[in-house]
């Protein structure tokens, strides 16, 4: 593998972790917005693995535009 299709790979891995995280941040059932982010939170530790959940922090620390605002503040949260 080349470094720009290992590039490539993690850009795309990342931008899945985005994905579902913006998703999960959405759709976690809770009756308050600080309720949703912290039951997101929780979901991520116990179903992503430690090298996902570090990937989305440091996406989330380096202007991560494409993480909604509650995925942001759920990234925060790990």
Not at 16 to 24: P, R, T, W
Not at 36 to 42: D, G, T, V
């Amino acid at each position: 593998m080349t470094v720009s299709e290992s590039s490539v790979q993690h850009q795309s891995s990342v931008e899945h972790l985005v994905k579902m995280a913006n998703q999960i941040a959405a759709s976690v059932p809770a009756p308050t917005p600080e309720a949703r982010i912290a039951s997101a939170a929780a979901h991520l530790k116990r179903f992503w693995t430690p090298a996902m959940v570090a990937k989305l922090k440091e996406h989330a620390q380096h202007g991560a535009g494409d993480l909604s605002p509650e995925a942001v503040k759920v990234a925060a949260a790990l």
